[in-house]
């Protein structure tokens, strides 16, 4: 889901792959790149709306959870439409719903399940593994001093989720060439190429 998800795999319907990573010599578009490196806003610009989103992290993992097996439920679905043709419509709604709940950067590797509901992206130095050396002492961002830091609001919003030890997961690096992708398809085909190797 735009959410990260349980198991591992690809894309598209013949090579799954296909549907998260560009083509050769494809690249993602200009403004998604851009979308995804530009730092973060001040949350006075961006809406506060995500801070809602942590305060109810435990809500909203159980609703991921229901959304990740119903398109799991859709994989055959996804499979006979095209993964890349199923892309533009569900790239559309996943940046509508998780831009207002999180303001979402579209980073195409979502890793929402794994930090409390808060956006690593929305870090101004866009870390993926815990905070800087700079928090303030009000739990605030070293960058923008009105900023709740993402990573001590990732940390509160993990400690409500039923899952939320995934936070001590260690994320990689992220993949520029999956910025603007949907990260809701790139999981179901994940995981349903995950499913397929374990019945095999």
Not at 111 to 122: F, K, Y
Not at 155 to 175: N, S, T
Request: net charge positive; glycine share 10%; with cysteine.
């Amino acid at each position: 889901m735009g959410i990260n998800g349980p198991g591992g795999g690809t894309g598209m319907a013949a090579t799954p792959d296909a549907a998260r990573i560009p083509a050769p010599g494809q690249r993602p578009s200009a403004a998604a790149a851009a979308a995804a490196a530009a730092p973060a806003s001040a949350p006075a610009a961006r809406g506060r709306l995500w801070l809602w989103s942590v305060r109810h992290a435990r809500g909203l993992e159980r609703l991921y959870r229901i959304l990740a097996a119903l398109f799991l439920r859709l994989h055959p679905l996804w499979q006979a439409l095209g993964y890349a043709r199923a892309e533009r419509p569900v790239r559309f709604v996943e940046r509508q719903v998780k831009s207002l709940l999180f303001d979402c950067r579209m980073c195409g590797q979502c890793v929402l399940s794994a930090t409390g509901m808060s956006c690593p992206m929305n870090c101004p130095k866009q870390l993926r593994n815990g905070p800087c050396g700079g928090v303030r002492a009000d739990g605030h961002c070293e960058v923008a001093p009105e900023m709740p830091c993402a990573w001590v609001k990732a940390w509160e919003g993990a400690r409500r989720m039923a899952q939320g030890d995934a936070i001590l997961a260690v994320q990689k690096p992220v993949d520029r060439r999956l910025a603007g992708r949907s990260s809701w398809l790139d999981v179901t085909a994940r995981e349903a190429a995950a499913r397929r190797r374990d019945a095999a």
